[in-house]
């Protein structure tokens, strides 16, 4: 399973981007999974930021982006997207997707199975 991010960048306070990570060699509709971003800052733990139950239905996040990002899927395109706006210096970090095969969506990193290489992203003041 290869996990491959995109979307980061260099980005002012107040300002948005949108992350994608593509899935290959599993495919969603056959294969239920279960998405989550973290994000891993300088100096700091990786962290839970956002998850997504296989079908969509079910999404959670961190206190810290709750009303400011949102997680979604396209099972059909293997895709997993994290839509990220008001971005607040607070949220440069190297962003990592990850899947657990899985119809429960946990929040601890330690039970996604497969990861991306990162993608990252930095807010200026």
């Known amino acids: 399973v290869q996990l491959v991010e995109s979307g980061g960048g260099l980005v002012q306070a107040g300002g948005s981007l949108r992350l994608s990570c593509v899935v290959s060699?599993?495919?969603?509709?056959?294969?239920?999974?279960?998405m989550a971003w973290f994000r891993q800052a300088p100096g700091k733990e990786r962290e839970f930021v956002a998850g997504?139950?296989?079908?969509?239905?079910?999404?959670t996040y961190a206190d810290s982006v709750k009303g400011r990002f949102t997680i979604s899927r396209d099972n059909a395109k293997n895709t997993v997207y994290l839509q990220m706006s008001s971005l607040k210096p607070e949220d440069t970090a190297v962003y990592y997707c990850?899947?657990?095969?899985?119809?429960?969506?946990?929040?601890?990193?330690?039970?996604?199975?497969?990861w991306g290489q990162g993608t990252q992203v930095t807010v200026s003041l």
């Open positions: 060699g599993r495919t969603f509709s056959s294969d239920p999974t279960a």
């Open positions: 997504i139950t296989y079908s969509g239905s079910t999404t």
């Open positions: 990850a899947a657990r095969r899985s119809l429960i969506l946990v929040v601890a990193a330690r039970n996604f199975n497969d």
